[in-house]
């Protein structure tokens, strides 16, 4: 049962414009939200989190948005560049029972120049 | 700070073999995690372990499969025997304090069982 699910798995968007990457869970017990980029051959790297008792965290270009009613959270890309095309992992834990994260499977961002 | 490091970065074994990954972490981070990457599951936890020792290891998909940290600057895991369904990628992260929140990952190893 898969408790973090990207259902994208792949996603084109042009240079410049917005990149929306989509994550939905089902443990209404997890409490902080995180997501990861992976390039190729290389090991994911975290990007941006978010704690439950928050809607939106903003870093930069980049910005996640958490609708717990709803056990879904996006992270939008403004503007994307060709060097955001990667793997995106988003991830959910029980920080408060020191639980171990789960991970999505990834959506593949590709952004066209 | 180099980073997580692992080793090999890419390793092609028989099936039937012993094969034993490695992992340094960041130094000061306290927490180790070993993942496996694969088309089907995606990325999986395998075991993680708290100052050296390990804490769930619930992730580990059988007995051929096994973990260990003897000290804060190292850990490996070892598959024996090694079969095909075992080929993917393994990373090792880690991170500070005991959850995992903000960890930073190796390269990964690619193992091939053949």
């Known amino acids: 049962d898969q408790q973090v699910k990207q259902n994208s798995p792949s996603l084109s968007v042009q240079e410049g414009r917005i990149s929306i990457l989509n994550c939905d869970y089902t443990n209404s017990m997890f409490d902080y939200f995180l997501w990861y980029k992976k390039y190729p051959a290389e090991g994911p790297t975290f990007l941006i989190s978010?704690?439950?008792?928050?809607d939106k965290n903003e870093d930069g270009r980049f910005t996640v948005f958490l609708n717990k009613s709803a056990k879904h959270l996006s992270l939008h890309i403004v503007p994307s560049q060709p060097g955001d095309s990667a793997v995106y992992f988003c991830a959910a834990l029980r920080r408060t029972s020191y639980d171990k994260v789960i991970f999505g499977p990834g959506t593949s961002l590709s952004v066209i120049p | 700070d180099a980073g997580v490091i692992q080793s090999p970065r890419h390793e092609v074994t028989e099936m039937g073999q012993e094969v034993t990954l490695r992992c340094k972490p960041i130094s000061g981070h306290n927490s180790l995690f070993w993942y496996r990457q694969t088309m089907m599951r995606g990325l999986e936890l395998l075991i993680y372990f708290n100052n050296n020792v390990p804490i769930d290891d619930s992730g580990m998909p059988e007995d051929r499969f096994s973990a260990k940290m003897p000290n804060a600057s190292f850990s490996t895991l070892k598959i024996q025997p090694s079969e095909p369904r075992d080929s993917a990628v393994y990373f090792c992260a880690s991170s500070r304090g005991r959850v995992n929140t903000e960890a930073f990952f190796g390269q990964g190893t690619r193992l091939t069982v053949v």
């Open positions: 978010i704690s439950s008792i928050k």
